[in-house]
């Protein structure tokens, strides 16, 4: 079956304009989660979802940062007036139980 | 201090060397993964423990419990076995914790 995909696979923008990533998980996974890699960087959490709500996103670094699912399946991952520190691989990932399977990533590049 | 520490950073190997990866945590876990990114950035969960060893081809990965500190072995090691390992661990919940990572190179 098809993996966790990713879109689009690269974005470059200028910075103070929004941008929005998109995540399609495996089905069946009700289990989301968006991870930002910064450049030489470890992977940081940035949201959870179980089904359509988000019981944890202590991890969105700032107010800009929001993300929704729908339908249990593909979310969205937006960033408003991106900031040039925003630039980063953003990798999200879907699960049923502990173990995680993730999208290729997003690579942003803020200008 | 971070709760999952890797050792070592970077790691160099010759074609056939046997490699270890060392992952320490200071938290307790329900279980331990090892993941691997390759340059391209994609990510692959490789193991998941929560006790004993596991093994998958020239892979194996042990852990311990009681010293909270788990391996990750690479038998006859290959460049294309290039790439990132990371250790991440959770505890009852989804929330990964990730270790920072090791580079690891083999050359040919």
């Known amino acids: 079956g098809a993996g966790v995909s990713q879109s689009p696979s690269n974005k470059v923008t200028e910075k103070g304009k929004d941008v929005e990533l998109r995540c399609d998980p495996i089905s069946g996974h009700t289990a989301l989660y968006w991870y930002r890699q910064s450049l030489g960087q470890g992977l940081e959490f940035l949201i959870y979802f179980q089904g359509n709500s988000a019981p944890d996103k202590s991890g969105l670094p700032s107010d800009r940062f929001s993300a929704e699912r729908t339908g249990g399946s593909v979310s969205t991952l937006t960033i408003q007036r991106t900031q040039q520190e925003d630039s980063a691989v953003y990798l999200c990932?879907?699960?049923?139980?502990?173990?995680?399977?993730f999208g290729p990533g997003t690579r942003l590049l803020v200008l | 201090k971070n709760e999952v520490e890797q050792s070592p950073q970077n790691l160099t190997a010759q074609e056939g060397e046997f490699i270890t990866i060392n992952c320490s945590y200071s938290?307790?876990?329900?279980?331990l993964h090892w993941l691997q990114q390759h340059p391209g950035g994609g990510i692959v969960s490789l193991f998941m423990?929560?006790?004993g060893k596991k093994k998958h081809g020239r892979l194996i990965a042990t852990i311990n419990i009681q010293e909270k500190h788990s391996s990750l072995h690479i038998t006859a090691s290959h460049p294309r076995d290039s790439a990132v390992y990371i250790c991440?661990?959770?505890?009852?919940?989804?929330?990964?914790?990730f270790g920072t990572g090791t580079r690891l190179k083999v050359l040919a």
């Open positions: 991440a661990v959770t505890r009852g919940t989804y929330k990964y914790i």
């Open positions: 423990l929560s006790s």
């Open positions: 938290v307790g876990i329900s279980a």
């Open positions: 990932a879907s699960s049923t139980e502990e173990t995680q399977y």
